[in-house]
């Protein structure tokens, strides 16, 4: 069962820009704080930002100011608008459900992932 599906991933050069998009049950998103990861080979998978059930947001300080994180709870969706990419950001993209804010500048990943999608920041 599958129970988050990303999409929006590719091939983009530096500077451009990509919206990752993340398929979830309603009953997911309602009651759970989402958050994306991303990960490449040999490293290990790495936290991008989160949302809580509120407003509240969290970011990376690698991706501060270039993303943002949002949610549509009719549209059962979690987006990352990902600005002024760079090389650095290619990975492959994962979105998270079932986490939690340790603290408000800490963020705890659930167990559900979806499948991942690749982004490739290359000139």
């Known amino acids: 069962q599958v129970q988050l599906v990303e999409s929006g991933g590719g091939l983009v050069q530096p500077g451009g820009s990509l919206r990752l998009s993340c398929v979830a049950s309603?009953?997911?998103?309602?009651?759970?704080?989402m958050a994306w990861y991303r990960q490449v080979p040999g490293k290990e998978r790495e936290f991008v930002a989160a949302?809580?059930?509120?407003?509240?947001?969290l970011y990376a300080d690698s991706v501060k100011g270039r993303c943002t994180i949002s949610r549509d709870n009719t549209e059962a969706t979690v987006a990352l608008q990902m600005n002024s990419l760079k090389p650095e950001d290619t990975a492959v993209y994962y979105c998270?459900?079932?986490?939690?804010?340790?603290?408000?500048?800490?963020?705890?990943?659930?167990?559900?992932w979806g499948q991942g999608t690749q982004v490739t920041v290359s000139s």
């Open positions: 309603e009953s997911i998103l309602s009651r759970s704080p």
């Open positions: 998270n459900a079932g986490g939690y804010f340790r603290t408000l500048n800490t963020y705890n990943p659930g167990t559900t």
């Open positions: 949302l809580g059930l509120g407003s509240h947001s």
